[in-house]
């Protein structure tokens, strides 16, 4: 899982991720502050980004880690040793051939009072 958020909204689903899951924080919101001012609460692995640009990157670098880790170590892009992981390309499948998925369920709202 990989959590990406800057509210404080963000905060208590970022405590539910398990230490194999991912937050990304935006640094200097609410978010980040709330992260690292109660540290104990978060296993995930912590990776801050600042700029719109930044997430992308992390993004790859963190997808790039994780291939690595389910390929038992060997890259699954062929330039990897070369270029950075922001160089290796996506690769995209056509939904066309899939099935729809389920419609949601509906909910019922809890009165508060």
Sequence with gaps: MIYLGDGSG??????KLKEEDHVMPRKIFPLWE???SNPIWIKAEIHKWTDREEPEKVLLQIINKISLQAEGGKSTCAVHEL??????KLQ???AS???AL???LSV???MMS
């Excluded at 270029?83 to 290796?88: T, V, Y």
Aim: hydrophobic letters at 30%; charged letters at 10%.
């Design 83 to 88: 270029l950075p992981a922001s160089d290796c």
């Design 10 to 15: 963000d905060f208590c689903p970022s405590s």
């Design 92 to 94: 995209t499948i056509s």
């Design 102 to 104: 389920p419609q949601p």
């Design 108 to 110: 019922p709202q809890l």
């Design 34 to 36: 709330l992260i690292f």
């Design 97 to 99: 051939g899939h099935e």
